[in-house]
């Protein structure tokens, strides 16, 4: 299944999954919806934190995707959407057209799953894609740099790395600045604030053996954590998992 | 000074102190000096193991350096050399003149000194360095790839690293394949075999501060290690810390 046929299924309703092993080599985003009068200081916000936030699109004065995949409706070709009011989680719904208006922009958000190929074909097993699992997500101590009402703190992403490919797994995702890029912390959970690592904030529990490392990205979920610690409004997000799946390849936003 | 007036105060004897520090910027080598019926076996196990034994040029049937600093005597431009006897230390010298024979093959070896400026110019000071001291160095038990009578664990060199700099010292040293590269562990002493972090084998202990992670990087110091470990009859090495300051620069070895 290409691209667009896999868009088309989402938007007919016929596809609601999560997006994991979907389009495989082809980048996969993050979206935050928000309306205009917060636009600015987010998009500040973003490039203030753009290890936690890398904006691939913005969209403005209408619903369609230029760059990462042209024309695709930005209303209904993403598989889940959640709603947030007031910071607060109210619904999880396939399609967003009934909430739109012309004052909606949306941030499209690089993701860790796009050099997770890479991590694999450099030798690099991910335990969470072998068991099929979503990846191990916590709240970290890492303080966001803030603009004007924005402000919160980095949520992670784990994975286990054997003892001697982590300079390698740094190497790697470092060719990818646009998808959250080299890790953050690597080895010491508590020294970014999460108590214990075997209980995840988000996602999947994922075992550590114990001759593997883990290692910490920034992720996508940050943009979700800083709206509900803010109490924002209105929001509307991707639903974790159902992300935007784009005609861009994993390739284009590799970086020498 | 150049380093050719270096290397000149050194053969003069005017000149016989560590090198470190000295024509920043340009790379300097370890030297091993074996007979001739051990060479073909030792080329054979630097490659099998070129993380820890980068050979950068090896000289035979003369004790001139072609390729790292034309013309440089290999016999008196070192400021010392140790001799070992059946893997024994027995005496260190600041000149090799009168054991050479046109039997001796030389390999000069790559140094983890040559990325330390791009250590510290991507924003990651190194405390050694600050203080004036020897690198902390550490005997493990990862084990090299045996060739012939070579056999033996690696030696690692450590630099404590701010926990949130440390994917950065990968990708910056990464860049330096000829110099020892990327880390060979990160975080945990213990699982490299490291008993006592706060007694290096080698060189001088340096303090890890609360947000540092200990980095390890294999170290040029693994032959000397190997050819004690296996008790070579005969050989001869720059004295740590006196290493041969060649006229390539750093950035001749850096590799995209």
Known sequence: MNTHELREKIASGEFTKPTAGFCKGHVQANMLVIPKKYAASFEKFAKENSKAIPVLEVVKKSHYSQLLAQGANLLNELPAYDIFEDGKHVKTVNNIEEFYNEDFVFFLIGCSFTFENSLINGGIPLRHVDEVKNVSMYDTNIKLNDVDMFSGSMVVSMR?????????????????????????????????????????????????????????????????????????????????????????????????
Do not use: R
Request: charged share 25%; hydrophobic share 35%.
């Open 160 to 256: 286990p790395i054997k003892k001697d490919k982590v300079a390698d797994a740094c190497i790697i995702t470092g060719h990818f600045p646009n998808m959250h890029g080299a890790p953050i912390h690597i080895g010491y959970p508590e020294m970014i604030g999460i108590k214990d690592i075997n209980k995840p904030d988000y996602g999947d529990f994922i075992e550590i053996k114990e001759d593997e490392i883990p290692v910490f990205w920034p992720c996508g979920v940050t943009p979700q954590n800083v709206l509900k610690q803010i109490k924002l409004p209105f929001a509307i997000t991707h639903a974790p998992g159902h992300m935007f799946v784009s005609d861009k390849k994993d390739s284009d936003y590799y970086v020498q």
